[in-house]
Antibody, heavy 121, light 112 residues
Framework: QVTLKESGPGMLQPSKTLSLTCSFS??????????VSWIRQPSGKSLEWLAA???????YYNPSLKSRLTVSKDTSNTQVFLKITSVDIADTATYYC?????????????WGQGTLVTVSS | DVVLTQTPVSLSVTLGDQASISCRSS???????????LEWYLQKPGQSPQLLIY???NRFSGVPDRFIGSGSGTDFTLKISRVEPEDLGVYYC?????????FGSGTKLEIK
């Protein structure tokens, strides 16, 4: 059974760096074809694809945010991380991690429950 | 970025009736490999999005055959036949053909 769970700070101040963790089970990110993505959703709004990392360590970023994003994975291939630098109020959102079905960065078949991040002074 | 325009913004459907949602793209979603990376997700109230349809018309495992995706190029449709109470929520289309992947603005399905 594939499960994913996001964790984060809950709240942080503007200009800080946001660090998020996606912990998962039921698969290994070292398996060929596996990809984990990050997607966020401001309250009451649509979704925004942010970044992805695949089994081979290749990384994919949304160009509009690329300069602020860093996606990585741990050596045990059971966690994926996302860092967003210089956050501001517009980064307030629920952040989801998701695993794709098989090969490629899409479709996102398995989702975590999301973690709410509030940027506020 | 590719803009996905969903219509209607909301719709109210009687149980057992059909619902239809349109997703129009600002660019063709057919990729050079011949595939069209257009997906549909449902976000039920208080839940994470869940995958319904991928590559225009392929139902994800466990998705009832009441959900039918169709379309090509720039015009896509999700039809839900015989709407049931558990179908309420916000439906999003999503494209991964062009970088960056983008979501539509959503269509809220309510039950009359």
């Amino acid at each position: 059974q594939v499960t994913l769970k996001e964790s984060g700070p809950g709240m942080l101040q503007p200009s800080k760096t946001l660090s998020l963790t996606c912990s998962f089970s039921g698969f290994s990110l070292s398996t060929s074809g596996m990809v984990v993505s990050w997607i966020r959703q401001p309250s009451g709004k649509s979704l925004e694809w942010l970044a992805a990392i695949d089994w081979d360590g290749d990384k994919y970023y949304n160009p509009s945010l690329k300069s602020r994003l860093t996606v990585s994975k741990d050596t045990s291939n059971t966690q994926v991380f996302l860092k967003i630098t210089s956050v501001d109020i517009a980064d307030t959102a629920t952040y989801y991690c998701a695993r794709t079905l098989d090969m490629g960065i899409t479709p996102n078949a398995y989702w975590g429950q999301g973690t709410l991040v509030t940027v506020s002074s | 970025d590719v803009v996905l325009t969903q219509t209607p913004v909301s719709l109210s459907v009687t149980l057992g009736d059909q619902a239809s949602i349109s997703c129009r793209s600002s660019q063709s979603l057919e990729y050079s490999d011949g595939y069209t990376y257009l997906e549909w997700y449902l976000q039920k109230p208080g839940q994470s999005p869940q995958l319904l349809i991928y590559e225009v018309s392929n139902r994800f495992s466990g998705v009832p055959d009441r959900f039918i995706g169709s379309g090509s190029g720039t015009d896509f449709t999700l039809k839900i036949s015989r709407v049931e109470p558990e179908d309420l929520g916000v439906y999003y289309c999503f494209q991964a053909t062009h970088d960056p992947p983008t979501f539509g603005s959503g269509t809220k399905l309510e039950i009359k």
